[in-house]
């Protein structure tokens, strides 16, 4: 007699079996060269008998289980926890108040939530404020206007006011700053 998740059932026989995958390597002599092995998830079968009078919702309790893929614990001469992933059953005229059946268990991993509640206070930004940034050219939208007016009547000349227009802005950095020294690695 064997219980999964509380219900009764019969078991005739349990196979657990624990695999690993191994990755080889040719060798030019001898037996391949294994140099890894990860272990795979372990697996339960199990067959026997459902029978009484609680039989059908026992079968049905199983199958709800199964394809909710809820985790169902299960002990008998081996003690395993992990989901089903495969039932069938059969009924004949040996069991009349119930049927056999063959089922096989496989272990899983749940992953834990890798978030924090709180978040620690906002961590104040280390860089200086900017003082002095070079050298920037300015833009006049009064000139664009001027060169597509004049473009078709040959003025290429500038005036005075032009000049004036284009002068060049330092911008400043703070003293120390490896921007404003040159030595920006």
Known sequence: MALINGMYITVQSESPSFPVTVTEQPVEKGINLIDHIQAQARTLSISGIIAGTKA????????????????????????????ITDFSTSTDYTTADGMTFSMELREVRIAAASYV?????????????????GTKQTKDKDKDKDKDKGAGKGKGKETGK??????????KFKSGSKWGTGNIK
Do not use: C, H, M, W
């Not at 394809?67 to 001469?77: A, E, H, N």
């Not at 032009?162 to 330092?170: F, I, L, P, R």
């Open 162 to 171: 032009d000049k004036d227009k284009d002068k060049v802005e330092k911008v």
């Open 117 to 133: 509640d709180t978040l620690p206070p906002p961590i104040k930004s280390q860089a200086a404020p900017i003082v002095n940034s």
């Open 56 to 83: 059908a919702k026992t079968r049905a309790d199983i199958i709800s289980v199964k394809d909710k893929g809820q985790i169902v614990s299960y002990v008998g001469r081996n003690g395993f926890v992990g989901v």
